[in-house]
């Protein structure tokens, strides 16, 4: 066993008692990155250099006493959207490939404050737009499970490097089920926390009203523990909410007795895969015989959720991206006739397919004429998704259900029907609109070998109870999920092209 099979509490535990040093931890890190980058493409940039500077500063401080927290020396990949002050910060994006922000993130200095080690950033689709992690301008990533698989999005490279022990722990971001949705494909546990726990400072926006940083890891513990490590109130985010407490780890309780746990009939009927249907009510069965109260109902307004989520987030995404235009950092066209067609040919050669569709859509319902018709529509409809929620939390403490309709499809499937692909962000994408937490957790492996995860939504502020729900079933299902051994050891050929 080598040390990135430790999850992060276990190596932090470790590191703390003398036994390993962060230095330690961060080179072996590094070997399994050299080791499986050539298959998977999990990362975009790694930094060998920084992570050891890092590495050493944070021993000593772990040696003074001055660095006490659980997660300090432990190496953390970052999805390429958050900012890192002088490494490169892309979005997975052709317009950003030479950005280096002049500042970091806040959850990322959080995470760096706790004694976290920044290794790398990680693949992702461009900007965050798709489920895949095929919209990356720089190649695509695969599933450890299987190589001929997608890991799912946007948050694919944080999930797949996680999955494949290339590191124990990474941050993510959530605007429609982009940390829920691959840590279900890649059979990791992610989290999407309530709206206004982490900072967006620095995290490049995309639905702003919508997007959430989060921790991925390998198991409910190392999730709660990042949270608690990233989750702060932030002056430099006007939509922060200052919470009453910022523990999470005290709900790492193997208990569920008298909790409430609705399962909505609407998230199981067509459209399901029938596999991943019953691994999920097997689980509910589970929470069920260890005292957990199971509430079957209806939540209503499921198939409205989809078209509010992609005009609001589009919208919203027409907006943010109009500062990329090739004046002040990023790329810019070669050959041009004037200003207007500077800003033309940058952002025509700039961004890909699908930027470019989420631009067109959100300018055209923000247009006048047809504002009212679509945008403020998807507002409403945002509002009474928001109402649904509220009376399913009146009689329940939690809600199960599946984090996708299927396990993770091959590469090249979703592509080429992008509406089936928006399809399937059916039950991640109404946590968003409502602003909820939201726990992704792997069950079971289906007959293909591929995991299936499911989901647990929390009414807002209430993470604890989805946290103390997720790790009972965990222990429940018998502790850690394994890892894709063998898909791994496999040698496979070169699997991407940087295109830029
Ligand atoms: N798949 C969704 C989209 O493309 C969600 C993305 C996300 O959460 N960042 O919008």
Redesign the pocket.
């Known amino acids: 066993m080598g040390l990135m099979d430790l999850t992060a509490l276990e190596l932090g535990k470790k590191i703390k008692a003398g036994e390993l040093t962060a230095m330690d931890a961060v080179e072996a890190a590094l070997a399994s990155i050299e080791e499986k980058e050539e298959r998977l493409h999990s990362f975009l940039t790694v930094d060998p250099k920084g992570a050891l500077e890092q590495a050493k500063a944070v021993q000593k401080r772990i040696e003074t006493g001055e660095l006490k927290g659980p997660l300090a020396g432990v190496p953390v990949a970052v999805k390429d959207n958050l900012c890192t002050r002088g490494m490169l910060t892309t979005c997975a994006s052709r317009i950003l490939y030479n950005f280096k922000p002049p500042y970091t993130a806040e959850a990322v200095a959080n995470l760096q404050r706790a004694g976290g080690i920044v290794i790398g950033k990680t693949n992702?689709?461009e900007f965050?737009?798709?489920?895949t992690t095929e919209t990356s301008a720089f190649g695509i990533t695969r599933n450890p499970w299987n190589l001929e698989h997608v890991p799912g999005?946007?948050?694919g490279g944080s999930c797949a490097a996680v999955a494949a022990r290339e590191c124990p722990l990474s941050l993510g971001?959530?605007?429609?089920?982009?940390?829920r949705?691959p840590s279900s494909y890649c059979g990791v546990t992610g989290l999407k926390p309530t709206y206004g726990t982490v900072s967006r400072y620095g995290l490049v926006a995309?639905?702003s009203s919508?997007?959430q940083v989060g921790p991925i890891a390998r198991d409910v513990s190392d999730c709660a523990a990042l949270l608690e490590a990233i989750a702060s109130y932030d002056r430099k985010d006007s939509t922060s909410v200052q919470r009453a407490e910022y523990d999470f780890t005290s709900a790492l309780q193997e208990d569920v007795a008298g909790l409430r746990i609705g399962i909505p009939k609407d998230y199981f009927g067509e459209g399901l895969d029938a596999q991943v249907r019953n691994a999920i009510l097997g689980a509910a069965k589970l929470l069920e015989k260890r005292g957990a109260i199971l509430k079957e109902f209806d939540l209503g307004l499921v198939p409205y959720a989809i078209p509010a989520?992609?005009i609001i987030?589009?919208a919203e995404?027409s907006s943010n991206l109009a500062r990329f235009d090739g004046i002040k950092y990023g790329y810019r066209a070669g050959e041009y006739e004037g200003l207007h067609s500077m800003y033309k040919r940058s952002r025509s050669q700039g961004f890909g397919a699908?930027v470019k569709r989420?631009i067109m859509l959100g300018s055209f319902v923000l247009s006048s004429g047809y504002y009212e018709a679509y945008y403020i529509k998807a507002l409403k409809v945002k509002a009474l998704i928001k109402e649904a929620f509220d009376r399913a939390f009146d009689h329940c403490d939690v809600i199960l259900a599946p984090a996708a309709p299927s396990t993770a499809p091959k590469i090249g499937a979703s592509l080429k029907d992008p509406l089936k692909?928006?399809l399937?962000?059916i039950y991640?994408?109404a946590a968003?609109l409502a602003g909820l937490p939201g726990l992704s957790l792997p069950c079971k492996l289906d007959d293909k070998g591929l995991p299936i995860g499911l989901q647990l939504l929390g009414n807002c502020f209430q993470e604890k109870k989805i946290i103390r729900a997720g790790y009972t079933l965990e222990q429940a299902l018998g502790g850690h999920f394994p890892a894709p051994k063998e898909v791994l050891k496999e040698t496979g050929g070169k699997c991407h092209e940087q295109t830029v």
């Open positions: 992702m689709d965050a737009m798709g489920s999005g946007s948050s971001s959530d605007t429609g089920g982009s940390i949705q995309y639905g919508l997007d989520y992609y987030s589009s995404a699908e989420r692909m928006y399937s962000d991640t994408v968003n």
